[in-house]
């Protein structure tokens, strides 16, 4: 399996993966920023990032997105506007 992309089952399947907090740390935000947190698969075995994107100018405009194996954007939300 290449790192860039994945077969859509692949990705189905880590999208459905039962998720949590990598670590503990506590993450203040302020916004505008951008924030990455560290997820990881129940079995320890996939790792993943959330990201947190806010509008500088808007702040009403927020993307969520998850990544799996590093690069690979597994599901994406943009609230308040379209995606840039």
């Known amino acids: 399996m290449n790192n860039t992309y994945l077969i859509q089952n692949d990705a189905d399947a ?3 993966l039962r998720k949590g907090r990598a670590d503990e740390n506590v993450r203040n935000v302020s916004l505008p920023q951008s924030l ?3 997820l990881v698969s129940e079995d320890k075995r996939e790792h993943f990032q ?3 994107h ?7 405009k927020v993307t969520y997105q ?3 194996r ?4 597994l599901v ?7 995606s840039p």
Do not use: N
Not at 54 to 59: M, V, W
Not at 76 to 82: H, Q
């Open 14 to 16: 880590l999208i459905s």
């Open 36 to 38: 990455v947190v560290p």
């Open 50 to 52: 959330l990201d947190i």
């Open 54 to 60: 806010s509008g500088r100018i808007d702040l009403s």
């Open 66 to 68: 998850t990544r799996g």
């Open 70 to 73: 590093q690069v690979v954007v």
């Open 76 to 82: 994406r939300l943009d609230v308040g506007g379209t």
